[in-house]
């Protein structure tokens, strides 16, 4: 449409329109948050698909993830490396699975990714006590967190190995209707 | 002996044994170990008692006797026996046939990113001696890995042949949902569009048309996202409303998105309104009267003087039917060019029939809409099982992502711990057995105070109804005198819910959505009531005997009315956000010196978004330009609700479900809302006379017959258009066609509802057998730990 935009080619804007829940406009906007998170490292010029990391440290200051609990899993979940250095490719995607549009099965694959502390593909309880004292920020007893920890995974645990695999945390999912609204970020 | 156990035996046979094994033999390391945990965790393996075993074998599982429930009253926790089941007592050989079964691998196997392979090399911060089996559950992993690389370049395959397989926009919806990396996703994307996109048409022979086809589809395909991020652009108050979200959550965002939702629907009403109606009438205006020229302010306000004359009101309107140009006899318009039967001419337009067809279709496409926003909606809400409690969903769905101020953030901890201490007591202690007299105090107050409430509300219409018939009594009506009936029904609207809210607050509501719900009950009771007086007001007494109240156009003074409602509502929540909010806050702060802000209410607010968008509703048929009014209103509004909040008000510390209670106001949009003002709508077309002296319909029995007038005259004009007359007569006015078409509707919603009620019961079945799966997998795993110790005879651990 007459952009004049020189930062991507028409072909990559096609490519990220079809394959995050993002338009043209919004892409642009989110390589400017990219690139006003570390300007001498991001290049303005992404024709040729630069190889340009922003660590972790970078990307939790921003303001949308600064002061949530659970900022370090996040970005560490959608980095290939695990430690947190997103290129924007996985800066998109990570913005994109956290956007409105995004639906609640790609939601809960992520979801149970972040809070999977130990990264071993189950939820087991100490990924639960962690999760909990970040959303509780210290404030119940230890007993008490035990205590709810090992409820919640009597609760929802259908095979009997006390922990939660990803069915069992689907099949959760799907009985919280309130997912879909609160795991959301606006960018 | 005491080994005899073989799984593979189904007979009875095998039943007898275990019942010798289980209950009389010391020497049973393995089988005590076995059956102990059968009495301690819910859904144990009381399947290892054999009466079980034969049944899970044998018979259907549907037709399993038992429950997992049926067993957990009699038997006791024991978490000493429970940890002979946990992981760290069982064999390296059992954890690996577990971790490679394929319940474990499906679904997320596809987003396993490369790092969890090399999970040997993470440090591993778990102190529990079961540590040292998740490392080695991980290698296992990265074995089982290494040699599935390949079978992961196979599902790359399979992805893109069934996105090939797809229509374009299938295959996009799907590719975007795929947990895949968006490099990857990119890489399938050019894989699977490729050989579309390239021209190999020719090569591979696809006819002419199918390529027209093809080509088309990707143009539109184009376009579409062109508007898409033109629309998108259109995105109203996105900032605005994500500071908001960032500080009070997503339920102070429902109440922004909500007003949002409301003015662009007055926005639609507007622009078909102005075009269809406003704007014609407008270009040709009707003779004026030419008093009252004097604009005073207050005019504004009442809308009496010259705004009565304006495009605002019914009475502007004419019977006539414009056109550019004149028959040869028509002495009427004689200002008009003669009709030149060779040159193209306009299409005669009717005003009454415009009138009329535009509030009806208008009506009919908000009607649509809202129902399917309704269902769009109630799908996003709807629990597939109902479960009271759900303390794990509520821990991993509880946080609020949007919320990024941080002392919102704290708050929003804080409400979390006691959302939790709350469930917790409740769990560990059970119903409290309350006392009798502590029973019956409580009733009491319950019934206290729902008398109290339906008291107020009746005694609030009555006195509005009074006052209305004194007004109505004691006409002519003054200018100061018409803001009386106005006022008091926005006082009332203001102050009986605060009433509610002192009453709720001692009644002290044991959950918290109870306690919404039934404010929210009271509050729109209150407003039906008021409405309801006002339209038996408007269309019992002033529609129907206008010239015993001096009226020579009731519409006019109908939608005046309407106009200073809207208004005065309006004024008063100016005065009731600054006075109310700022002037408590100041309040709070140097008298009592303390630091607590008013909380935003929700529900309050959203139900006065809803009393004013019924107004609209009823209004549009006497002031067509009343939306507009509404949209002015409510762009005010929302800057001024906005500043008020940030300056003002702290975040609530109840939780507050956003989705369901998003329904809720959908719902009761359309339920009592539009459905009352749809109905009104229609009882005054349909019966009520129009004035004779004013408006599009004078002289008609029913504003209904302008239609009908209007097709007898289209018939006249031109005979081709017969059966549109012949329509009319058996479609709209034969009540026969319209008895059978809600016959076949109610059917239809029949059926669909049992379809609904029989997925409900296959869902609850399924989930019974997901439990009973579960039990199964236990008892096998067991069964199998026994066995690989048999066959060892060594320590569980290699």
């Given at each position: ?187 | ?290 008093h009252s ?5 207050l005019e504004?306000?009442t809308g009496t003087g010259?705004?009565s004359?304006?495009?605002?009101f019914?009475g ?148 509005v109804h009074y006052l209305s018939e004194a007004c109505i009594t004691q006409s002519p009506f003054k200018d100061t005198e018409l803001l009386l009936l106005p006022a008091v ?44 007086v006002l339209?038996f007001r408007w269309l019992g007494r002033i529609a129907v005997e206008p010239e015993s109240h001096g009226l020579q156009c009731w519409e006019n003074c109908v939608g005046q009315e309407l106009y200073r409602l ?56 006497f ?68 004035s004779t002296e004013c ?104």
């Amino acid at each position: 449409m007459g952009n004049k935009q020189t930062i991507f080619t028409d072909e990559q804007l096609d490519a990220y329109q079809d394959c995050t829940f993002f338009t043209r406009k919004e892409i642009l906007r989110l390589h400017s948050r990219y690139h006003e998170l570390a300007p001498h490292l991001v290049p303005m010029d992404y024709t040729n698909d630069p190889d340009c990391k922003l660590p972790l440290a970078l990307i939790v200051n921003m303001p949308e993830l600064n002061e949530n609990p659970f900022r370090n899993r996040i970005v560490e979940s959608f980095s290939e490396d695990g430690m947190g250095n997103l290129s924007f490719n996985e800066f998109v995607d990570m913005f994109s699975v956290l956007s409105e549009m995004a639906p609640r099965e790609l939601k809960a694959i992520y979801a149970f990714k972040i809070y999977d502390f130990n990264v071993d593909n189950y939820l087991c309880k100490e990924d639960l006590v962690k999760t909990l004292n970040r959303l509780t920020k210290e404030e119940l007893t230890p007993e008490e967190v035990v205590l709810v920890c090992e409820k919640a995974i009597e609760e929802a645990d259908l095979d009997g190995d006390n922990k939660l695999s990803y069915a069992d945390f689907e099949n959760m999912i799907t009985r919280a209707p309130d997912f879909l609204s609160t795991f959301h970020i606006r960018i | 002996m005491a080994y005899r156990v073989n799984i593979s035996q189904t007979d009875s046979d095998s039943e007898s044994d275990f019942e010798d094994m289980g209950g009389s033999k010391p020497g049973q390391g393995t089988f005590r170990f076995i059956r102990e945990p059968a009495a301690s965790t819910q859904r144990c393996p009381e399947s290892l008692q054999m009466d079980n075993f034969r049944e899970c074998t044998g018979a259907n599982r549907e037709d399993l006797p038992f429950t997992a429930s049926g067993h957990m009253r009699d038997e006791t926790l024991d978490t000493g026996q429970r940890k002979s089941l946990q992981r760290h007592h069982w064999s390296a050989a059992t954890l690996k046939v577990l971790s490679s079964m394929p319940s474990r691998t499906a679904g997320i196997n596809a987003v396993i990113p490369k790092y969890a392979r090399d999970s040997s090399q993470q440090p591993q911060t778990s102190s529990h001696d079961s540590s040292h089996h998740s490392k080695s559950i991980q290698a296992d992993f990265v074995q089982e890995e290494m040699e599935e690389i390949s079978a992961e370049e196979n599902k790359y395959e399979q992805l893109v042949s069934n996105l090939r397989g797809l229509s374009v926009s299938e295959a996009m919806r799907k590719l975007r949902a795929t947990p895949l990396s968006l490099a990857d996703k990119m890489r399938v994307r050019r894989l699977a569009f490729r050989d579309v996109d390239e021209s190999s048409f020719i090569s591979r022979n696809i006819a002419c048309y199918r390529r027209l086809g093809l080509y088309i589809s990707r143009t539109w395909r184009h376009c579409l996202f062109s508007c898409l991020s033109v629309l998108a652009s259109l995105q109203l108050w996105h900032s605005p409303m994500k500071i908001l979200s960032g500080r009070f959550g997503t339920g102070v965002l429902s109440y922004f998105l909500f007003l949002r939702t409301l003015l662009l629907f007055n926005l639609f009403l507007f622009t078909i309104n102005g075009l269809f109606l406003v704007f014609p009438q407008a270009v040709n205006p009707p003779p004026h009267d030419l008093h009252s020229n004097n604009f005073t302010g207050l005019e504004l306000l009442t809308g009496t003087g010259y705004l009565s004359q304006s495009v605002m009101f019914y009475g502007f309107y004419t019977n006539t039917t414009l056109t550019t140009c004149r028959a040869v006899n028509a002495t009427k318009t004689a200002d008009l060019p003669i009709c030149d039967p060779l040159q193209p001419q306009m299409v005669p337009y009717s005003i009454p029939a415009a009138y009329l067809f535009t509030i009806a279709i208008s009506f009919f496409i908000i009607c649509i809409i809202l129902v399917y926003s309704m269902s769009k909606s109630f799908g996003r809400s709807f629990q597939v099982l109902k479960s009271n409690r759900n303390l794990a969903g509520n821990i991993f769905c509880i946080w609020d992502f949007k919320v990024s101020k941080n002392t919102s953030v704290r708050l929003q901890s804080e409400k979390i711990s006691t959302q939790l201490k709350e469930l917790m007591s409740e769990l560990t202690s059970g119903e409290d057995a309350k006392s009798y007299t502590q029973r019956l105090c409580r009733l009491m107050v319950h019934v206290l105070a729902w008398v109290i409430c339906l008291i107020s509300i009746v005694l609030s219409a009555m006195a509005v109804h009074y006052l209305s018939e004194a007004c109505i009594t004691q006409s002519p009506f003054k200018d100061t005198e018409l803001l009386l009936l106005p006022a008091v029904v926005s006082a009332i609207n203001l102050l009986l819910p605060g009433l509610f809210n002192l009453c709720t607050w001692v009644e002290n509501y044991d959950s918290p959505s109870v306690c919404v719900y039934v404010s929210i009950f009271r509050n729109l009771m209150l407003k039906v009531s008021l409405v309801g007086v006002l339209c038996f007001r408007w269309l019992g007494r002033i529609a129907v005997e206008p010239e015993s109240h001096g009226l020579q156009c009731w519409e006019n003074c109908v939608g005046q009315e309407l106009y200073r409602l809207l208004l005065m509502d309006f004024v008063f929540t100016v005065l009731y956000t600054f006075l109310g909010e700022f002037l408590w806050r100041l309040f709070f702060k140097q008298v009592l010196r303390r630091n607590r802000k008013p909380v935003f209410d929700i529900a309050r607010n959203v139900l006065e978004l809803i009393y004013g968008q019924t107004l609209t509703w009823l209004g549009v048929l006497f002031a067509p330009l009343l939306p507009a009014v509404q949209i002015i209103k409510l762009f005010v509004l929302f800057y001024m609700k906005k500043s008020s909040l940030l300056l003002n008000c702290q975040a609530s510390r109840q939780p507050w479900r956003a989705s369901q209670m998003t329904t809720l106001f959908v719902s009761l949009l359309f339920f009592p809302s539009y459905l009352g003002a749809a109905v009104s709508v229609t009882y005054t077309i349909w019966t009520i006379k129009p004035s004779t002296e004013c408006g599009p319909f004078r002289n008609l029995t029913t504003m209904f017959h302008s239609g009908k007038l209007w097709v007898q005259q289209l018939e006249s004009s031109n005979t081709l258009l017969f059966w549109l007359s012949w329509a009319y007569d058996f479609l709209v006015e034969n009540p026969l066609f319209l008895f059978v078409v809600n016959g076949v509707f109610l059917i239809v919603i029949y059926v669909h509802s049992q379809v609904v009620d029989g997925q409900r019961r296959i869902v609850s079945r399924l989930q019974k057998q997901i439990e009973n799966e579960g039990k199964d997998k236990k008892f096998l795993i067991t069964n199998l730990q026994a066995l690989f110790e048999r066959s060892s005879l060594v320590s569980p651990y290699r």
